[in-house]
């Protein structure tokens, strides 16, 4: 079906970010909802035209967590959005959510391997079994809305079996 088809689009520019609980209200993630510091937050993006969350494969699934912009690496600082980064919630190494913060290392961690990543350098794996960085979604903020400024960087999910 069409509606099914439309929520499996990978996020584009433009796309906002919004909070899907089952069968509940979507819940649009304005910037400020987004503290520094704070455990990342789950989000799916969001088709503002079509008034749809892209929930309909979980390779959209993203995470927003916001740092002090100074931290961020040369190649991070242009894809980040007043110290917002977006990356996928999908660890590389064995499809797991990436749903903890470890806030002392300001890493990202895997809770089911032990997979490590760093928000500030690209989703870098810096520890643990995943074979390479998260992939990120480059964001802006437009009208006091945070919106995705362009699709993936990088692949997302695991690594084929080789």
């Known amino acids: 079906d069409a ?7 990978r996020p584009q520019a433009g796309d906002q ?3 899907v609980s089952g069968d509940g209200p979507v819940k649009l993630i304005k ?3 987004i503290k520094l510091n704070a455990q990342q937050i789950l989000v799916w993006p969001y088709d503002p035209e079509k008034k749809i969350p892209l929930n309909g ?3 959209n699934q993203l995470l927003l967590i916001r740092l002090d912009p100074t931290i961020l690496s040369d190649t991070e600082k242009p894809r980040a959005a007043d110290g917002i980064v ?4 999908v660890c590389t190494h064995a499809g797991c959510d990436v749903a903890a913060w470890m806030p002392k290392e300001q890493l990202l961690l895997c809770p089911c ?3 490590e990543y760093d928000p ?6 810096v520890f643990g079994p995943a074979p390479r960085s998260l992939a990120s979604v480059p964001l802006k903020i437009s009208d ?3 919106a995705a400024a362009g699709g993936f960087i990088g692949r997302v999910g695991i690594a084929p079996m080789t």
């Open 31 to 33: 910037p400020d909802d």
């Open 17 to 19: 970010f919004a909070v």
């Open 113 to 115: 391997h032990g997979s």
């Open 120 to 125: 500030k350098d690209g989703g870098k794996a």
């Open 57 to 59: 494969s979980r390779l």
């Open 86 to 89: 977006a990356y996928s919630a």
């Open 3 to 9: 509606s099914d088809e439309a929520r499996s689009r």
């Open 144 to 146: 006091g809305v945070l």
